[in-house]
């Protein structure tokens, strides 16, 4: 409950500092601050990269956009595969050959029928954290052409060209240090008594506002007592795995829910024992706070990493696991926990004062 309180506070200190800072620019524009000389100009984005390939019946195009981008931005990776009736597609495995790009989200399409030719789409939603110049590997949809009968099946595939996709600083290009002018002298604003009068009064009660609110939460947090109960981490964990293994899922053939189930108890887990925001964060940012968490064994953070990376690729590279990998990945899930657990003696639940 103190941590919840906390947040907010700084939540409400953040608001405050912001307002701050959007009053200092607004005063800064008509006052003249000092300027740069031939500021640059935001650049233009870059187009998208198509890469296309053909085979027989089947024609794949695959489109990355923006071609170029920053860190902060997010690349969109299309793949649209069209082939005439009588041919079967299969879409290819991307996830598997990543190494820099992170998988945000990944979206499939229905197949539909247009002009006469079936299509299929897929649509991923990449990140990347670091600049520099990255492949993107051949893409290559492998497909079965039935239109001449069962006696007479062809199999094949296409591939599209690997190209490559560069990613810049968000700093790279946005100043030169040798070229500042200096501030120019402060410019007086003449402002009229009335707007001055306005401007204090506004003031007064924005600052009754925050001593009412501050007030009102003050009594509002006395009035009210908080339960706190404290349940071992280990404990919840092995109930959310029984659960998950009573709803069968697997035997639904429902894998990809299975596996996001999985790896999110693992992750609550992991919050709740250890107090690192796990849940909300990717896969690829969790296990670089991990690195830093002494608490964890060197072999237990490798398993984790193997863990997570596993789960990933089956919720968001199409992977289909077998029986043996299901196993395998919640095993590893229980003993995870098994290993990890905080076992001290536990605490009953009290009630506390706000």
């Not at 002018?181 to 003031?203: C, D, F, H, Y």
């Not at 237990?300 to 596993?310: D, E, M, P, Q, V």
Request: aromatic share 10%; glycine share 8%.
């Amino acid at each position: 409950m103190s941590g919840c309180v906390t947040r907010r506070g700084e939540r409400y200190f953040g608001v405050g500092v912001r307002a701050g800072l959007i009053g200092a620019l607004l005063v800064c524009g008509p006052a003249g601050c000092g300027s740069q000389d031939g500021a640059n100009q935001e650049a233009a984005p870059a187009g998208p990269i198509v890469k296309t390939a053909e085979r027989g019946p089947v024609h794949m195009t695959v489109t990355a956009e923006p071609g170029e981008l920053t860190i902060a931005d997010r690349l969109t990776l299309s793949v649209e595969v069209s082939a005439e009736e009588g041919v079967d597609v299969e879409m290819p495995e991307f996830g598997k050959d990543l190494t820099a790009f992170a998988i945000r989200d990944f979206r499939e399409a229905p197949v539909e029928t247009v002009d006469g030719k079936r299509r299929w789409r897929q649509e991923y939603v990449l990140d990347i954290f670091l600049s520099g110049v990255y492949p993107v590997p051949e893409l290559t949809a492998h497909f079965t052409d039935r239109r001449k009968g069962e006696e007479n099946v062809v199999e094949s595939s296409v591939s599209t060209e690997p190209f490559e996709v560069n990613v810049r600083s968000l700093v790279e290009g946005e100043f030169d240090p040798t070229k500042f002018r200096g501030l120019k002298p402060p410019v007086e604003i003449p402002i009229s008594r009335s707007w001055a009068w306005a401007g204090w009064g506004l003031a007064g009660l924005a600052a009754a506002a925050v001593v009412a609110l501050i007030g009102w939460w003050v009594v509002r947090r006395m009035r009210r007592p908080s339960v706190e109960f404290i349940m071992p981490a280990h404990e919840w964990a092995f109930a959310e795995l029984r659960r998950l293994a009573d709803a069968k899922l697997v035997e639904q053939e429902q894998v990809h829910e299975f596996y996001y189930r999985l790896s999110m108890i693992v992750r609550m887990y992991i919050e709740r024992r250890f107090r690192l925001m796990a849940p909300e964060r990717t896969t690829e940012e969790f296990l670089v706070e991990v690195q830093r968490d002494q608490r964890l064994s060197a072999d237990h953070r490798a398993t984790l990493g193997a863990f997570l990376s596993s789960c990933d690729m089956v919720k968001f590279a199409l992977y289909q696991p077998g029986t043996r990998e299901i196993e395998q990945a919640f095993d590893a899930a229980r003993d995870f926990i098994e290993e990890t657990a905080d076992r001290a003696p536990r605490t009953e639940p009290e009630r506390k004062a706000a």
